[in-house]
T-cell receptor, first 114, second 115 residues
Framework: EAAVTQSPRNKVAVTGGKVTLSCNQT?????MYWYRQDTGHGLRLIHY???????EKGDIPDGYKASRPSQENFSLILELATPSQTSVYFC?????????????FGHGTKLSVL | AQKVTQTQTSISVVEKTTVTMDCVYETRDSSYFLFWYKQTASGEIVFLIR??????ENATVGHYSLNFQKPKSSIGLIITATQIEDSAVYFCAMRGSGSFNKLTFGAGTRLAVCP
């Protein structure tokens, strides 16, 4: 079964601090994604990647950076965290265009910025 | 730009009945892909079912089926013989066929299945 693992599961950060959310997938998927989930907005795409070394901006990239050092790992970085970034963050992997195209999600990271 | 709208915020049904959740979408692409995902109470998000826009037959997987009405840009999710464990938040999503089109999600519909 495809697996996407996020760490940490919960994080409390201070305003202005740096936060790194990590994601690891064992699916050998080329594409990886970072979403945030907020009430009333569903899942919104922050950054995504087509493979190691690539990162692309999603729909709401401001205040976030991403890093894809390898096929398996994709990180989301908040250089200067703000309270508005308090949310639940989901990482996902998948291959677009495949006949069985679908996303596999991690269990989410709950981030609180105080 | 793509847009997905789920107007039903929450639905409550009695166990073993049938429920339909609505979803409408906007896209300029002539070819696109539509998905439904389920988020359980634990927060886990799983893929349920998919409809490709060029297919006329409605997709069916287990007790999930789709009501694809292309002229209305609508893709409803139908759950028959609902079970308590179907209680969850259901997200509709779409992706245009263009290279740079990513998956766009609706806001979700919370389903409560009561005994």
């Amino acid at each position: 079964e495809a697996a996407v693992t996020q760490s940490p599961r919960n994080k409390v950060a201070v305003t202005g601090g740096k936060v790194t959310l990590s994601c690891n997938q064992t699916n050998n998927h080329n594409n990886m994604y970072w979403y945030r989930q907020d009430t009333g907005h569903g899942l919104r795409l922050i950054h995504y990647s087509y493979g190691a070394g690539s990162t692309e901006k999603g729909d709401i990239p401001d205040g976030y950076k991403a890093s894809r050092p390898s096929q398996e790992n994709f990180s989301l970085i908040l250089e200067l965290a703000t309270p508005s970034q308090t949310s639940v963050y989901f990482c996902a992997s998948g291959d677009e265009g495949a006949s069985n195209e679908r996303l596999f999600f991690g269990h989410g990271t709950k981030l609180s910025v105080l | 730009a793509q847009k997905v709208t789920q107007t039903q915020t929450s639905i409550s049904v009695v166990e073993k009945t049938t429920v339909t959740m609505d979803c409408v979408y906007e896209t300029r692409d002539s070819s696109y892909f539509l998905f439904w995902y389920k988020q359980t109470a634990s927060g886990e998000i799983v893929f349920l079912i998919r409809q490709d826009s060029y297919k006329k037959e409605n997709a069916t997987v287990g007790h999930y089926s789709l009501n694809f009405q292309k002229p209305k840009s609508s893709i409803g999710l139908i759950i028959t013989a609902t079970q308590i464990e179907d209680s969850a938040v259901y997200f509709c999503a779409m992706r245009g066929s263009g290279s740079f089109n990513k998956l766009t999600f609706g806001a979700g519909t919370r389903l409560a299945v009561c005994p």
